[in-house]
């Protein structure tokens, strides 16, 4: 009976583990941005930042507090020993100048809104990181796979020369080169594989370290002809990009500062009720006050605030030459890494491939020495890696151009 209880509690853990979600292991790039925008601890900080703008700007459009005072007390008159109680209560409200109130509100709005544009370039920042190990991951891997298929292929070649120098049919002095360049290309993968893991590391540093110690990726290398018109790149990039609209909003963020401070000039008031019950009697009523500007006239603020207006607006002037300056130069290296890949494109790839090919059967056949075919697959993987190298570079170079213009490149 126990031996049957036993099979069956087997069977249900056997059953409850199939059952549960296996994590997901493989990544493609969209998935991988995604996780970056939910767990990446400074892309966290700019949300609670524009939170903590927001709460400030819709607090600014409060009313300010009234103020009760309540008094209690006993009298007595001069001429007489007679003792009263008095006692008193007043509330006043402080009412802030409409147009100062307006200006005060505004600065707390743009500095609501300069965070938020803030946040969308922390963003682009963010998807330029993400993308960058992205495809070199895919380069490393990509190199993996060259460096494994040519140690393969070393191996083998060493193999058939180990028979043929046993035989007599060549030196043995070939078969240790061999086994040099087999250690050579184990080397060489070894490299490869501690480059990549690094670079999934660091990948997983910007997104929190949220996805597995095992993850792999999904995707390739990449490359589609772009039709960018310059002007037309440049003219989208100063209206939209995140760093100019921020710029523009501590612009107006100064603006309405000195407007605020020149306000200041004009008295805010004061109502104010109150009754007191006296030694003679009851009094009570109502109240204004309001401050004179006579000694201060707020002419050090206005100076400040005024400067601070041209050094905003000197900055968004060379903000903007910045950046155009900076898309420009982007642009030029995305075009030089479309040259590189049309050169690949445009017959290399096939002329290398066919050129291997025959070196490899002219070897067996003992037409060609083993230096020369050697020479021959080197330059083969040299011009496979150069093209991987090539789709990394423009893969990455888009991605700083759409860093630099400020969105996606279509």
Same mark, same amino acid.
């Given at each position: 009976?126990?031996?049957y209880?036993?099979?069956?509690l087997?069977?249900?853990?056997?059953?409850s583990t199939s059952?549960l979600?296996?994590e997901?292991?493989?990544?493609?790039?969209?998935e991988?941005i995604?996780?970056?925008?939910k767990?990446n601890p400074?892309i966290?900080?700019k949300?609670?930042?524009i939170?903590?703008k927001?709460a400030?700007?819709?607090?600014?459009?409060r009313?300010?507090?009234?103020e009760?005072e309540?008094h209690k007390?006993?009298g007595k008159?001069y001429d007489?020993?007679?003792?009263?109680?008095?006692d008193g209560v007043s509330l006043?409200q402080y009412i802030?100048?409409?147009?100062?109130?307006?200006y005060?509100?505004?600065?707390?709005e743009k500095?609501?809104q300069?965070a938020?544009?803030?946040f969308?370039?922390s963003?682009?920042?963010?998807?330029?990181q993400i993308k960058n190990?992205?495809?070199?991951?895919?380069?490393?891997?990509n190199?993996?796979?060259?460096?494994?298929?040519n140690l393969?292929?070393i191996r083998?070649?060493h193999k058939?020369?180990?028979?043929?120098?046993?035989?007599?049919?060549?030196?043995?002095?070939?078969?240790?080169?061999?086994?040099?360049e087999?250690?050579?290309a184990q080397?060489?993968?070894?490299k490869i594989?501690?480059?990549?893991?690094?670079?999934?590391?660091?990948l997983n540093k910007?997104?929190?370290?949220?996805?597995?110690?095992?993850?792999?990726?999904?995707g390739?290398?990449?490359?589609?002809p772009?039709?960018?018109?310059?002007?037309?790149?440049?003219?989208?990039?100063?209206?939209?990009?995140?760093?100019v609209?921020?710029?523009? *909003?501590?612009?107006?963020?100064?603006?309405s500062n000195?407007?605020?401070?020149?306000?200041q000039?004009?008295?805010d008031f004061?109502?104010?009720g109150?009754?007191?019950?006296?030694l003679?009697?009851k009094?009570q009523?109502?109240g204004?006050?309001l401050?004179?500007?006579?000694w201060?006239?707020?002419s050090?603020?206005?100076?400040?605030?005024?400067?601070?207006?041209?050094?905003?607006s000197?900055?968004l002037?060379?903000?903007?030459?910045?950046?155009?300056?900076e898309?420009?130069?982007k642009l030029?290296?995305?075009?030089l890494s479309e040259?590189?890949?049309?050169?690949?494109?445009a017959?290399?790839?096939k002329?290398?491939e066919?050129?291997l090919k025959?070196?490899?059967?002219?070897?067996?056949?003992?037409?060609i020495?083993l230096?020369?075919?050697?020479?021959s697959?080197r330059?083969?993987y040299?011009?496979?890696k150069?093209?991987q190298?090539s789709?990394?570079?423009?893969?990455?170079?888009?991605?700083a151009?759409? *860093?630099?213009t400020?969105g996606?490149?279509?």
């Amino acid at each position: 009976m126990k031996k049957y209880i036993f099979l069956f509690l087997a069977l249900i853990g056997v059953l409850s583990t199939s059952s549960l979600p296996t994590e997901k292991k493989e990544f493609n790039l969209p998935e991988i941005i995604k996780l970056g925008i939910k767990n990446n601890p400074l892309i966290s900080a700019k949300l609670k930042e524009i939170e903590a703008k927001k709460a400030a700007y819709q607090a600014s459009k409060r009313l300010f507090n009234p103020e009760l005072e309540f008094h209690k007390g006993k009298g007595k008159f001069y001429d007489s020993s007679i003792k009263r109680n008095t006692d008193g209560v007043s509330l006043s409200q402080y009412i802030e100048n409409p147009l100062k109130r307006h200006y005060r509100i505004q600065m707390f709005e743009k500095a609501w809104q300069a965070a938020e544009n803030r946040f969308d370039f922390s963003k682009l920042e963010l998807f330029f990181q993400i993308k960058n190990f992205f495809y070199k991951i895919l380069l490393l891997e990509n190199k993996e796979d060259f460096a494994q298929k040519n140690l393969v292929s070393i191996r083998e070649i060493h193999k058939l020369i180990e028979k043929r120098a046993k035989l007599g049919e060549v030196k043995e002095l070939e078969a240790i080169k061999l086994y040099v360049e087999t250690l050579k290309a184990q080397k060489e993968l070894n490299k490869i594989q501690t480059k990549l893991k690094l670079a999934k590391e660091n990948l997983n540093k910007f997104l929190g370290h949220s996805l597995p110690s095992d993850f792999s990726v999904s995707g390739k290398l990449d490359y589609k002809p772009l039709a960018i018109v310059e002007k037309t790149l440049l003219d989208k990039t100063l209206l939209s990009h995140p760093l100019v609209k921020t710029k523009e *909003k501590d612009l107006e963020y100064a603006k309405s500062n000195l407007s605020y401070v020149k306000w200041q000039r004009f008295p805010d008031f004061t109502l104010s009720g109150f009754i007191h019950n006296e030694l003679d009697g009851k009094n009570q009523g109502i109240g204004i006050s309001l401050d004179i500007p006579l000694w201060n006239f707020k002419s050090k603020e206005i100076a400040e605030a005024e400067n601070l207006r041209l050094k905003q607006s000197e900055e968004l002037r060379a903000l903007k030459m910045e950046i155009t300056t900076e898309v420009k130069v982007k642009l030029n290296q995305l075009m030089l890494s479309e040259e590189s890949i049309r050169i690949f494109h445009a017959g290399l790839l096939k002329q290398a491939e066919e050129s291997l090919k025959i070196s490899e059967v002219s070897y067996k056949q003992g037409e060609i020495s083993l230096i020369d075919y050697l020479d021959s697959q080197r330059t083969y993987y040299s011009i496979l890696k150069d093209y991987q190298e090539s789709l990394y570079a423009w893969n990455a170079d888009r991605a700083a151009l759409e *860093k630099a213009t400020g969105g996606d490149i279509k």
